[in-house]
C-alpha cells in the first residue's frame, strides 16, 4: 500500500519561509516523479514543483519560479518544498503526488492525471 504524508505546513508571515515535507512509504523505489500541487477553495489543484528522484531536472510553476526549491533526501523517500519568500497568495491546501511509472516530463508534470498516488495535504497559510 503506497502511502505518502506531507508535514511542514502551518501559518507564516508574507516574506517568511516554510518548508513542507512529503515521505512515500509502501513501494519499490525507482526513478519517479514527485510533484507538489496546491489547492484553495472553489479553485483547481494547480502544479507548483516537481523533482525525478534518483536525480533529473526539476520543474516549477511560473508562481514559484526563483522562491521556491524542491530536493529529496538521500534516501530517495522525501521530498521538501522549501518556501521563500511567502505571498498571501501561496496560501493553500499543498498537496504531495507521486507517478511510478517513470521520471517527470516538461509536458506531463503539471497535469494531475500523470500521478497515481496523493497524501492527504498540509494547510499552508500566509498572513500580511
Known amino acids: 500500500q503506497v502511502q505518502l504524508v506531507e508535514s511542514g505546513g502551518g501559518s507564516v508571515q508574507a516574506g517568511g519561509s516554510l518548508r513542507v515535507s512529503c515521505t512515500a512509504s509502501g513501494y519499490d523505489y525507482h526513478q519517479n516523479c514527485m510533484a507538489w500541487f496546491r489547492q484553495v477553495p472553489g479553485k483547481e489543484r494547480e502544479a507548483v514543483a516537481a523533482?525525478?528522484?534518483?536525480?533529473?531536472?526539476?520543474y516549477f510553476a511560473d508562481s514559484a519560479q526563483g522562491r521556491f526549491t524542491i530536493s529529496q533526501d538521500g534516501n530517495k523517500l522525501t521530498v521538501y518544498l522549501q518556501m521563500n519568500s511567502l505571498k498571501n497568495e501561496d496560501t493553500a491546501m499543498y498537496y504531495c503526488?507521486?507517478?511510478?511509472?517513470?521520471?517527470?516530463?516538461?509536458?506531463?508534470?503539471?497535469?494531475?492525471?500523470?500521478?497515481?498516488?496523493w497524501g492527504q495535504g498540509t494547510q499552508v497559510t500566509v498572513s500580511s
Open positions: 523533482i525525478t528522484t534518483g536525480g533529473g531536472p526539476t
Open positions: 503526488a507521486l507517478e511510478t511509472v517513470g521520471s517527470c516530463y516538461a509536458s506531463r508534470w503539471r497535469g494531475e492525471a500523470a500521478y497515481n498516488f
